[in-house]
């Protein structure tokens, strides 16, 4: 055989091969595009998580006002990436009570924590943990409540707020009244 007679036999199969790895290109971007839309539509709800400012400046900043406001800051940390994060941010500004409850007591943060970035943002992401005392180890969201010397009074597992698919409103409250400027220092209980 010589190599034009090659060329010809392998000529089909090569043409077959350049089809299903075009088909395939095509099935791999549908399935990407496909996937953006379930995330979209799993979550839906506004994006809080400033993702470019540094979270140990941001909890710096929010002490100093709630300090002069005689408030507490309120860091829910998470990130954009977490359903249950965007979750909470959404039912807390729905609900007229619990904001109310919220802009009276404390300065509200939400505190951006991605432990997969790499470099200097994967240090970052350590100095917040321990900044919050390890508050991670409850999962995400976890609130952390700071006086107003910015030390780390309370920290909240939000899986005990949850109910459902989302969290309800008396057992956020109560945790939310309990841990108000008034109710710490309170020392007729």
């Not at 995330?39 to 993702?51: N, P």
């Not at 970035?117 to 700071?146: H, I, T, Y």
Request: net charge neutral.
């Amino acid at each position: 055989m010589i190599i034009g007679e090659k060329a010809l036999i392998l000529c089909p199969i090569f043409r077959y091969f350049m089809i299903f790895a075009r088909e395939m290109k095509i099935v791999a971007f549908l399935f990407a595009v496909l996937f953006a839309f379930k995330v979209e539509a799993q979550t839906g709800l506004k994006k809080v998580y400033d993702e470019d400012i540094n979270p140990i400046e941001q909890i710096d900043k929010a002490v100093a006002k709630a300090k002069l406001e005689r408030k507490f800051v309120v860091c829910q940390v998470g990130g954009n990436w977490c359903p249950w994060c965007l979750r909470f941010a959404d039912f807390i500004t729905k609900d007229a009570t619990i904001s109310q409850v919220i802009d009276e007591n404390y300065e509200y943060i939400h505190v951006n924590y991605n432990p997969r970035k790499s470099g200097g943002e994967q240090q970052q992401a350590a100095a917040l943990m321990k900044r919050l005392d390890n508050c991670g180890r409850f999962g995400f969201p976890v609130f952390v409540v700071l006086d107003g010397d910015g030390k780390v009074i309370h920290i909240q597992d939000s899986s005990f707020l949850e109910e459902g698919q989302g969290y309800n409103q008396e057992k956020v409250l109560r945790f939310f009244k309990n841990w108000t400027p008034q109710a710490v220092s309170d020392t007729s209980r």
